[in-house]
């Protein structure tokens, strides 16, 4: 991943682990800073037997077993499957990263997510950051088409790194893709893609070379 200071923006809690938890990892345990923003804890779409704010305490777990320094967790509680109609107040939030951060590269989703609020971000952040390296990490199970161009090689540590941050999602452990197979799988697939034993994938959006 290109320069020092990484800002990961999450649309939902959980999305930037599953998308770069390992890779994210790396940068950390390679002395980079790793920047995580979140935009919204999904309350209005948590499950009746857990706390509302659940996914606000699993987030805060979950950046910490990756390694992200408390203080650069962002939090902002936009209401899921909403952003859509907040586009102005998430790019001013946006610029407002920009120039109080100002990372070398920006992981977004997919500009292909079909999640309203996966494209939301994305394509704003594609505004906020169009001088910057803009590098979109994979969530298969939103993305139509995704161009796998950049791979990112990780080692097994990095690897339960990862699983060890989406265990902090109990409320999430319903989910298809939140357990340790299909993690393993997925990272297992990209490896052999690149004849490595782990990988993540990323799409280059916008690469900037001095």
Not at 93 to 100: G, H, V
Not at 182 to 195: E, P, W, Y
Request: charged share 25%; net charge negative.
């Amino acid at each position: 991943m290109l320069g020092n200071k990484i800002l990961l923006l999450s649309p939902h809690t959980d999305d930037g682990e599953l998308g770069c938890g390992a890779s994210v990892a790396k940068l950390i345990r390679q002395g980079k800073e790793v920047v995580y923003v979140a935009f919204s804890a999904c309350e209005q779409s948590v499950l009746p037997q857990f706390p509302k704010d659940i996914l606000i305490q699993e987030v805060k777990g979950a950046t910490a077993a990756l390694g992200i320094k408390p203080e650069n967790l962002i939090l902002h509680r936009f209401e899921v499957r909403t952003f859509n109609y907040h586009r102005q107040e998430i790019l001013d939030l946006l610029i407002q990263l920009r120039e109080e951060y100002k990372p070398d590269t920006v992981l977004i989703p997919s500009l292909n997510d079909i999640h309203q609020d996966h494209k939301t971000i994305a394509e704003e952040a594609l505004r906020a950051f169009k001088f910057h390296n803009v590098i979109s990490y994979e969530l298969p199970w939103n993305n139509l088409n995704f161009n796998t161009c950049a791979f990112e090689i990780v080692e097994e540590q990095d690897v339960i790194c990862k699983i060890n941050a989406l265990n902090q999602y109990q409320s999430q452990a319903h989910r298809p893709y939140a357990n340790e197979e299909f993690l393993r799988s997925q990272l297992r697939m990209r490896g052999v893609q690149v004849a490595r034993r782990y990988a993540e994938v990323f799409e280059v959006v916008r690469l900037v070379n001095d």
